[in-house]
């Protein structure tokens, strides 16, 4: 008997999505171990994470959710596949399963490598230098030091063209950045501003 696939899980916990489009949304999020780039900025420790299967995954996604308010059937019960780079593990048995169990799933990606079928909603974050698989997407998100970002609006087909500060410290480079592109949408990290996860 085939033994069932593991996900390297850092942590699965509900809390309000505090950048992109979609600030404000409370939201499960599912941050996996481990990623293809490295990224200076990354606040996930990808040597810390617990295997799990799909069963699990949605258990704990459930039960987390369930803490604060009611799983809807009828809502949408967003869900973020976070990390690290998501896309180096999931696949279309999550993805099925997770809608199965009334989740609208985003995910936050590097756009580096192709994605499963049905993912609702997707934020690409593409880094400095990397090669992009994906030309599409919900929005394109950039945490911005300075860097090249004219071509990501080219490249990237995205209905939401956002700018972040890096870790809140160069805000009004953003600023004036957004002021002369308006093209460009600031989004800063609302959640480190009020001090939650």
Same mark, same amino acid.
């Given at each position: ?27 499960? %999020? +599912?941050? %996996?171990?481990?990623?293809?780039? &490295? ?5 996930? &420790? ?21 803490? %604060? ?10 869900? +973020? ?28 990606? &590097? ?28 929005? +394109? ?36 950045? +957004? ?19």
């Amino acid at each position: 008997m085939a033994q069932k696939k593991r996900y390297r899980i850092n942590e699965i916990f509900y809390s309000l999505q505090g950048e992109g489009a979609l600030r404000g949304t409370p939201a499960v %999020f +599912v941050r %996996f171990s481990g990623c293809n780039l &490295n990224c200076g900025f990354c606040d996930t &420790n990808h040597s810390a994470y617990q295997l799990m299967s799909i069963e699990e995954i949605i258990t704990t996604a459930i039960e987390e959710h369930n803490r %604060f308010s009611p799983l809807s059937k009828k809502a949408k019960n967003l869900l +973020v596949l976070t990390g690290g780079e998501p896309a180096l593990q999931i696949d279309d048995d999550l993805i099925n399963a997770l809608h199965e169990a009334h989740f609208y799933i985003a995910i936050e990606t &590097n756009g580096t490598l192709d994605l499963p079928k049905g993912i609702d909603w997707t934020t690409c974050s593409p880094k400095e230098g990397s090669m992009l698989s994906i030309s599409q997407a919900d929005e +394109v998100k950039i945490v911005y030091t300075g860097q090249p970002v004219e071509h990501y609006y080219k490249e990237i087909s995205a209905t939401h063209y956002i700018l972040q500060p890096c870790s809140i410290q160069n805000t009004d480079e953003v600023i004036r950045y +957004v002021k002369s592109h308006p093209h460009w949408r600031l989004s800063i990290q609302m959640h480190k501003y009020i001090g939650i996860e």
